[in-house]
């Protein structure tokens, strides 16, 4: 292992994470704040430079050879913008040149972005439960959902970084919910944490005194044995049964990893999936397709944008994985 230390930033609608993560895929430092997502550009960028200053301090700091991001999307890597749904502020916001005219960054490092959930996919895939597989689809869930491809082995992160989002699937285009992103009936309008939280509140559950209407709490009534709670569970289960098996037909694959805050529910949310799953992967090739949780949990997006950053910065011309071993 060589001493180079790659730079990563997770971006999405509830937090912004920082990590320095070591050539062998190992978090050595991570940082966390909170998502202003309804605050201003500026707001938004200021959380983003606070991580950026907190890992500055870090001792690995100093051999700091690349910076990758992973944020919520849609994203345009060639440009080097963002313009996440669920960041209203952030349209075409000029991520990358703000990044790169951040005084601590050091001059030189170019930083990389991507969609948030095509990171996780390259983390999983480098690291995590995804290692070895050729073709995979790694899904993010939490206040939005996105999705990242694995197919022959190789990330395939497409030309503005987009490819994969699982989330802004068409699911039920007659009734669904209009989606911010303009559609209607999108994958995230169903399972997101927050379409979770929302559908369980209409349907007449009400959280414990004291505690929010979130993802979590709707998880904790589904276990108690709340009805209303278990459906809109199984709501958010069926939806995301139909987009991957939409997935599966169109590329064919062997894995698909769930991670992302709502995936900590568990098998609260992992029994129906499989369950809806086997009624809409019917064909002999989409059929008992495996759905398992991500093994590096939140961690997936910071190691995955490590990794494509030191993807980049190798100038190897693909997005091949993985770093450690080539």
Request: net charge negative.
């Amino acid at each position: 292992m060589d001493a180079l230390v790659y730079g990563a930033l997770d971006i999405g609608g509830t937090k912004i994470a920082g990590g320095l993560v070591s050539s062998d895929g190992r978090l050595v430092a991570r940082s966390q704040w909170a998502t202003p997502a309804h605050g201003t550009a500026e707001e938004m960028m200021a959380a983003v430079t606070s991580v950026l200053d907190d890992l500055a301090l870090h001792p690995e700091w100093k051999s700091l050879s690349c910076l990758g991001i992973g944020s919520a999307g849609p994203v345009d890597t060639a440009a080097g913008t963002v313009s996440p749904v669920n960041i209203p502020a952030w349209r075409a916001f000029p991520l990358v040149d703000r990044i790169r005219a951040h005084p601590r960054v050091p001059r030189g490092v170019e930083p990389v972005v991507v969609g948030d959930a095509v990171a996780m996919a390259a983390g999983e895939h480098w690291t995590g439960a995804a290692q070895g597989v050729d073709n995979a689809l790694g899904i993010v869930v939490s206040t939005g959902i996105g999705g990242g491809l694995i197919l022959n082995g190789t990330l395939h992160a497409g030309p503005s970084g987009n490819a994969g989002h699982i989330g802004h699937l068409t699911v039920d285009h007659a009734r669904g919910p209009e989606c911010p992103c303009g559609a209607r009936g999108c994958v995230e309008r169903f399972a997101s944490g927050t379409a979770i939280a929302t559908h369980a509140v209409q349907s007449g559950w009400v959280p414990p005194a004291g505690v929010e209407p979130t993802a979590a709490a709707v998880a904790d009534a589904a276990r108690a044995g709340d009805p209303r709670a278990a459906a809109a569970y199984d709501r958010a289960g069926r939806a995301l049964a139909a987009a991957i098996a939409a997935t599966a037909a169109l590329v064919e694959l062997d894995l698909v990893v769930v991670g992302g805050g709502v995936a900590q529910a568990g098998e609260t949310l992992f029994t129906p999936l499989r369950r809806h799953l086997a009624d809409y992967a019917v064909l002999d090739f989409t059929r008992d397709l495996p759905i398992v949780p991500a093994k590096l949990a939140s961690d997936a997006g910071l190691i995955g944008a490590a990794a494509l950053a030191g993807l980049s910065h190798s100038d190897r011309g693909t997005h091949r994985l993985s770093p450690a071993n080539q």
